[in-house]
């Protein structure tokens, strides 16, 4: 009997142990949950991809900016057409009733600057998502945003995506809370296809991004476009 409950707590601190090791598979576990395409390679065959890069943190400089900056800088490099809005600079009121209605529907009903954003992301065949991570989530310009896509989010099809996060702790899982959020999103859009993302952690200063790997990272990102 000895044996046997030995035999099995063997048996548990060996299982234990090997899924501790298993960051990459427990990674793809993770991804597969949200039912996302992943490719390496680009899906979208033209010469020349529209981007819109959503920059969503209220510090312009900030850390994601910066980020978003060296993918634009990488994108552009490869031939893509680029666009990067500061979502901060524009008025985006939160999602109400009366945004259920289509986009195209409803265009004397939004008065404010969600349904030009939204438009831009209609056009765009790639989309890039940032956003520093707020108390383990997105920051609200962000999720405002992300709601009030509500009303056409079934047109936002075949797009492909990228994230990018910054956080001031030091662990990759926290970041993942911001990519969670954004995934959230994008599963629940018609056949996007999940591109990269730049998970930069330990950076709490504004600013604190440049001179890091993080940066060649969101460049390397952008040039695959
Ligand atoms: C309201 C607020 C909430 C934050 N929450 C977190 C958090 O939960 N975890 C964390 O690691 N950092 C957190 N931070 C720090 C930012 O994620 C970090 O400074 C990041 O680099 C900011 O990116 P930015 O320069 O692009 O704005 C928070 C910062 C603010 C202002």
Do not use: W
């Not at 030995?6 to 576990?29: K, P, Y």
């Not at 959230?184 to 730049?198: A, D, I, K, Y």
């Not at 709490?204 to 060649?216: H, L, N």
């Amino acid at each position: 009997m000895r044996h046997i409950i030995s035999t099995l707590f063997l048996a548990l601190v060996v299982a234990m142990l090997a899924s501790c090791g298993n960051s990459g598979e427990q990674a793809a576990a993770e991804q597969d949950r949200y039912h996302i395409n992943r490719s390496d390679t680009s899906t979208i065959k033209k010469a020349h991809k529209s981007v819109l890069i959503l920059s969503g943190s209220p510090r312009r400089g900030g850390n994601t900016d910066l980020l978003c900056d060296e993918f634009a800088r990488g994108a552009k490099a490869a031939g893509a057409q680029v666009e990067k809005i500061f979502v901060s600079d524009y008025d985006i009121r939160f999602f109400q009733e009366a945004d259920e209605r289509h986009v195209a529907d409803s265009a004397d009903v939004a008065t404010d600057d969600a349904p030009t954003i939204v438009r831009k992301m209609l056009d765009a065949d790639i989309i890039v998502l940032s956003s520093p991570v707020y108390f383990m989530n997105i920051d609200g310009q962000m999720k405002t945003l992300i709601d009030r896509t509500y009303s056409h989010y079934t047109d936002l099809k075949n797009k492909e995506f990228y994230y990018i996060t910054a956080c001031a702790d030091n662990a990759e899982s926290t970041a993942d809370y911001a990519i969670a959020a954004f995934r959230g999103f994008v599963m629940c859009l018609p056949n996007p296809t999940e591109r990269g993302m730049v998970k930069a952690i330990g950076l709490g200063r504004k600013g604190s991004v440049k001179g890091t790997a993080f940066m060649q990272q969101a460049y390397e990102l952008g040039t695959g476009v």
